[in-house]
């Protein structure tokens, strides 16, 4: 992917030091430009971003030796910081992770959300939308909570691979879900590479997937994670079904559509196996975390809810989602600037 731009001073400085070899790096914002910063806007999201894509598959003209420097971490660190704080302060409380649970299972009585919107009235171009904002996430499906996997123990280890080994394809590499998100975007008329859409994508997207990676890369967040793999899975199967109805009211190729089908099957059978093994097994071998599961279910619905507010308020005022329109092909994502 071609190197973004920047939103701010944090992300500036940051793209810029990432150019050069960690020797030659210039010191990176501090703590009074961070705490100066909104931790929900668009520069302190890019700069978590790339800050968390040097642990997945790298960034564009970076070196691998980024990826643990001291100089970077401790600006990542300060970035988490301030996001993690906001999310505590803004969360509202549940009732405790049995509620939060039982919650997951309820379809909103309203219709509200993307998938609903998508369903009865969306157009092709908010249907390409869509999938450009979730490609961030699911063209690495699965990796933010493999991390998990080596901090679990016992029952809630291995529902937890279970699930994981489904994501992965089951030993058939054609059967990755990424992959098969690939497959969707190509239906669309979309680029298949990895973040080819993260110039284009806001931070109230951004800050979906950085959340995984937040709560993935810290073994003390390993309850929050659990807890947003709860919600993920839980969410998924009702969601899957109405987007399998509007991609075929859309007349959108097979593979668009299979790419639901699979996962509103599939995801069916990880909610239980998630509800159960992974979160029934790892309050069962440290119920302390319980607080930290429902945690992360509620940070995780907050995320998502104020991306549906905004990806349907855009549609319904018939203006892009993104931070400028979406390419008609799969060429390069390069937006109009519109504001840092």
């Known amino acids: ?64 030796a980024w990826e643990w420097n001291a100089e970077l971490l401790r600006l990542r660190a300060l970035l988490e910081e301030a996001f993690h704080g906001a999310l505590r302060s803004d969360v509202p409380a549940g009732g405790g992770w049995e509620a939060a649970l039982e919650s997951l299972v309820v379809e909103p009585a309203d219709g509200k959300g993307a998938s609903f919107f998508l369903r009865e009235r969306g157009t092709l171009g908010q249907m390409r939308e869509y999938a450009a904002h979730r490609s961030l996430y699911q063209l690495k499906e699965a990796d933010p909570h493999a991390w998990m996997i080596p901090r679990l123990t016992g029952r809630a280890k291995a529902a937890l691979v279970a699930v994981e080994y489904d994501e992965y394809g089951a030993g058939r590499a054609e059967r990755i879900h990424a992959g098969l998100f690939a497959a969707l975007m190509r239906d669309l008329g979309l680029a298949d590479a990895g973040n080819h859409y993260l110039p284009l994508v806001p931070a109230v997207t951004l800050a979906t997937v950085n959340v995984m990676s937040l709560f993935g890369l810290h073994r003390a967040h390993r309850g929050h994670l659990a807890g947003h793999f709860a919600l993920l899975e839980s969410a998924s199967p009702p969601a899957s079904r109405r987007l399998v109805q509007a991609l075929t009211r859309l007349d959108a190729g097979p593979a668009a559509v299979h790419f639901y089908r699979e996962h509103a099957e599939a995801d069916a059978v990880h909610e239980q196996l998630v509800r159960h093994g992974v979160i029934g097994g790892l309050l069962q071998d440290e119920p302390h975390l319980a607080d930290d599961v429902a945690f992360g279910i509620e940070a995780t619905r907050w995320l998502e809810d104020r991306l549906e507010d905004h990806l349907t308020t855009a549609w319904e005022a018939g203006v892009p989602s993104l931070r400028a329109a979406l390419p008609a092909g799969p060429g390069p994502a390069r937006p109009t600037p519109i504001g840092m």
């Open 1 to 64: 992917m071609p190197e973004p731009p920047a939103r701010g001073e944090i992300s500036a400085a940051l793209l810029h030091t990432l150019s050069q070899a960690p020797a030659d790096g210039p010191p990176l914002p501090g703590r009074r430009t961070v705490e100066a910063a909104d931790p929900y806007g668009e520069d302190l999201q890019l700069a978590l971003y790339a800050c968390y894509e040097l642990h997945y598959r790298g960034w564009p003209g970076a070196s691998d």
